[in-house]
Every structure is written in structure tokens, then in C-alpha cells.
């Protein structure tokens, strides 16, 4: 059974940073691209980042660009995200996803496999 399970939420400041980590069991995906999402209350689950399977190519959210971090590790199975001057609107339940597929895609819809979410939480 496919699982992925984030860990690393919490509360921070605005302007400080957090790292986030998924760790996936179950089968291996070093071929398939990793991405993370976040829902904010009211609103629609929307792309944070994602990476394909070599790690060489990434994506970001215009609203995360230059401050959000992501990588993967895959002989661990994990794939991180590193926060960095963060902001109240980052505030979110965070979601790591799988793609069965070598690409990086926006559309949540296209992803397979999903963690149960970790809350950050982002004071002014």
C-alpha cells in the first residue's frame, strides 16, 4: 500500500522559515515526479512546487518563487520543502503528491497519490 506522509508543519513568524518533509513507502518513485500543494481555508487546493524524478528540474508558484525551496531524496524516498520568509497568506494545510508521470503538471487532479497534509501556520 502506496503512503505518503508529511511531517515538519508548525507555527512560525512572518519572515521566518520552516521545512516540511514527505516521506513515501510502499514503492519506489525515483521516476515519477514529486510536487507539494497547499489548500488555505476558503480556498481551492493550489500548486506549490514540484520536481521531476532526477531532481535537475523544478517548478514553482509565482507566489512562492525565490522564498520556497523544493528537493528530493531518492534513495530515501522523501522529498522536502524549504520555506523561507514566510508570509501570513502561506498559511495552508500542506500536501505532498505523486505523479505517475515524468513531468511536473499544476493541475492537482494529475497526481496520484497524496499525503494526509501538515497545517502551517504563519503569524504576522
Known amino acids: 500500500q502506496v503512503q505518503l506522509v508529511e511531517s515538519g508543519g508548525g507555527l512560525a513568524q512572518a519572515g521566518g522559515s520552516l521545512r516540511l518533509s514527505c516521506a513515501a513507502s510502499?514503492?519506489?518513485?525515483?521516476?515519477?515526479?514529486m510536487a507539494w500543494f497547499r489548500r488555505a481555508p476558503g480556498k481551492e487546493r493550489e500548486f506549490v512546487a514540484g520536481?521531476?524524478?532526477?531532481?535537475?528540474?523544478?517548478s514553482y508558484a509565482d507566489s512562492v518563487k525565490g522564498r520556497f525551496t523544493i528537493s528530493r531524496d531518492n534513495a530515501k524516498n522523501t522529498v522536502n520543502l524549504h520555506l523561507n520568509s514566510l508570509k501570513p497568506e502561506d498559511t495552508a494545510v500542506y500536501y505532498c503528491?505523486?505523479?505517475?508521470?515524468?513531468?511536473?503538471?499544476?493541475?492537482?487532479?494529475?497526481?496520484?497519490?497524496w499525503g494526509q497534509g501538515t497545517q502551517v501556520t504563519v503569524s504576522s
Open positions: 503528491a505523486v505523479r505517475m508521470g515524468v513531468t511536473i503538471e499544476p493541475k492537482a487532479y494529475t497526481y496520484d497519490y
Open positions: 520536481i521531476i524524478w532526477s531532481g535537475d528540474r523544478t
Open positions: 510502499g514503492r519506489t518513485f525515483r521516476s515519477y515526479a
